[in-house]
Nanobody, 125 residues
């Protein structure tokens, strides 16, 4: 059974940092695209960052220069390092994995086939 388990969320002050982790099991995702999304109350889920199986990365404009996505294929894990956090970053953060090896997955939720349970990130002003 495929499962993505997220951790690392919490409550921080503006300007602080957090590192989110997502560990996958039941399938190897080293050759699949991975991504992070977030959803704030009353808003639609939005793309935050993505990393391809060849380790190319891309980001939501609002987080460029502050967030870094990375992966450790030996651990079947993807990370999101978040620095200089702002109150508007407050949301539930979800990791996602592409449906099949070598199939591109970009900025749309429908392009991903597997999802974590979500982890809450709250940034106080």
């Amino acid at each position: 059974q495929v499962q993505l388990v997220e951790s690392g969320g919490g409550l921080v002050q503006a300007g602080g940092s957090l590192r989110l982790s997502c560990v996958a099991s039941g399938r190897t995702f080293s050759r699949a695209d991975m991504g992070w999304f977030r959803q704030a109350p009353g808003k639609e889920r939005e793309f935050v960052a993505g990393i391809g199986w060849i380790a190319n990365t891309y980001y939501l404009d609002a987080v460029k220069g502050r967030f870094t996505i990375s992966r450790d294929n030996a651990k079947n894990t993807v990370y999101l390092q978040m620095n200089s956090l702002k109150p508007e970053d407050t949301a539930v953060y979800y990791c996602a994995a592409g449906r099949r090896d070598w199939v591109p997955a970009g900025t749309e939720s429908r392009e991903y086939g597997y999802w974590g349970q979500g982890t809450q990130v709250t940034v106080s002003s």
